[in-house]
């Protein structure tokens, strides 16, 4: 059973503009969650991250939001450069599984000129 | 380079072999992660260790996957008897794994790229 799912597959953004990634998931254990980035052939790499505490965690342009009633997080990329072309994996965990993480699927982002 | 290292980047087997993989994790950090991903996946959990301990096997680590790491520091990760099904990215992570959140950000490394013919 998938507990972190990310809806979206693809998503295509002009640069300069706003792109928002979403994600969902259905464990309320989770009180960690995080954003990773892929580029093929490499492993993830790490993006930013949020506690369950914590509705706003921002780093440069990126921004992660955490809706907990909603069980929703969403990573906010402003303004999206063509080098964030990538695939994007929101991961979520827990103290208890010695914060093993759960990703969801990814969702591939194409930056546009 | 102080990141996390994999060997072999790349394998290729025939059904019913044994593979070893390897994981040098970023030498301060106690946690040591293994996930494995298929193709339109995310990375799925393996296992876990602290230190040398092995705390936390998924189901999905069947009888035929077994890790260690011996003296805490690097991984190994075996398969046994390799089937077609085990064909994936092996990647491995780690972390610092003390109190507080933020010390549990995982860095992965590359990953190892097993085909199973």
């Known amino acids: 059973d998938q507990q972190v799912k990310q809806n979206s597959p693809s998503l295509s953004v002009q640069e300069g503009r706003i792109s928002i990634l979403n994600c969902d998931y259905t464990n309320s254990m989770f009180d960690y969650f995080l954003w990773y980035k892929k580029y093929p052939a490499e492993g993830p790499t790490f993006l930013i991250s949020i506690s369950s505490i914590k509705d706003k965690n921002e780093d440069g342009r990126f921004t992660v939001f955490l809706n907990k009633s909603a069980k929703h997080l969403s990573l906010h990329i402003v303004p999206s450069q063509p080098g964030d072309s990538a695939v994007y994996f929101c991961a979520a965990s827990d103290i208890q599984s010695g914060y093993a993480l759960n990703f969801g699927k990814g969702t591939s982002l194409l930056v546009t000129p | 380079d102080t990141g996390v290292s994999q060997n072999p980047r790349h394998k290729i087997t025939k059904r019913g072999q044994n593979v070893t993989f390897r994981c040098d994790p970023i030498s301060e950090h106690n946690r040591l992660y293994w996930y494995r991903q298929t193709l339109g996946q995310g990375p799925e959990f393996l296992t876990y260790f602290q230190n040398e301990a092995q705390l936390e096997k998924s189901r999905l680590l069947s009888d035929r996957f077994s890790a260690e790491r011996p003296k805490g520091s690097f991984s190994t990760l075996e398969i046994q008897r390799t089937e077609q099904g085990d064909s994936a990215m092996y990647l491995c992570?780690?972390?610092?794994?003390?109190?507080?959140?933020?010390?549990?950000?995982?860095?992965f490394g590359a990953g190892t790229r097993l085909s199973v013919l």
């Open positions: 992570a780690s972390s610092l794994g003390l109190a507080g959140v933020a010390k549990n950000i995982q860095y």
